[in-house]
C-alpha cells in the first residue's frame, strides 16, 4: 500500500491570495502551500516515489531537480507521516460569515481608513 495515501488533502479558505490546503493525517491537520499539495496528489498517484517524482517535474515543466524534490519531501511530507500519535480529539469546522462579493464591496469603501494621512 502507498503511505502518502492516508494523508488526506481539502482545499482551505483562507484570505491569501495564493490557495492554500489542509492536509489531516490520523487527527494531524497541517496546512500547505498548493506545489506540495500537488506533489502529493503525484506520490498518491504514482506507484513509487521516483515515478512520482519524474511526474511532479514534467508536471512543472523541469523547474526543479530530482534532489530538490526528494529533499523537498523529506522535509515536509516525511514528517507528517512520522509524527507521534495524540489521542487528542479534535474538530474542525467552516463557517462562511459573510459571502466574498460583501467583504470586497465593504473593502473597497473602507480603504480610506488605512491610507497614510501624511508623510513626516
Given at each position: 500500500?502507498?503511505?502518502?495515501?492516508?494523508?488526506t488533502?481539502?482545499p482551505?479558505?483562507?484570505?491569501t491570495?495564493?490557495?492554500?490546503y489542509?492536509?489531516?493525517?490520523?487527527?494531524r491537520?497541517?496546512?500547505t502551500s498548493?506545489?506540495?499539495?500537488?506533489l502529493?496528489v503525484?506520490l498518491q498517484?504514482?506507484a513509487?516515489?521516483?515515478e512520482?517524482?519524474?511526474?511532479y517535474i514534467?508536471k512543472?515543466?523541469?523547474?526543479y531537480?530530482?534532489?530538490q524534490?526528494?529533499?523537498i519531501?523529506?522535509k515536509?511530507?516525511v514528517?507528517?507521516?512520522?509524527a507521534?500519535?495524540?489521542q487528542k480529539?479534535?474538530?474542525l469546522?467552516?463557517?462562511?460569515?459573510?459571502p466574498?462579493?460583501?467583504?470586497?464591496?465593504?473593502?473597497?469603501?473602507?480603504?480610506?481608513?488605512?491610507n497614510?494621512?501624511?508623510?513626516t
Amino acid at each position: 500500500m502507498n503511505e502518502y495515501n492516508s494523508i488526506t488533502i481539502h482545499p482551505l479558505s483562507a484570505s491569501t491570495q495564493e490557495k492554500r490546503y489542509l492536509l489531516s493525517c490520523e487527527g494531524r491537520y497541517y496546512e500547505t502551500s498548493s506545489s506540495i499539495a500537488e506533489l502529493l496528489v503525484e506520490l498518491q498517484q504514482n506507484a513509487t516515489q521516483e515515478e512520482a517524482v519524474n511526474a511532479y517535474i514534467h508536471k512543472t515543466g523541469g523547474r526543479y531537480t530530482v534532489e530538490q524534490i526528494k529533499q523537498i519531501i523529506n522535509k515536509f511530507i516525511v514528517p507528517i507521516l512520522s509524527a507521534p500519535k495524540q489521542q487528542k480529539h479534535t474538530f474542525l469546522y467552516e463557517k462562511e460569515l459573510f459571502p466574498a462579493t460583501a467583504i470586497d464591496r465593504f473593502s473597497d469603501a473602507f480603504r480610506f481608513l488605512f491610507n497614510k494621512i501624511g508623510s513626516t
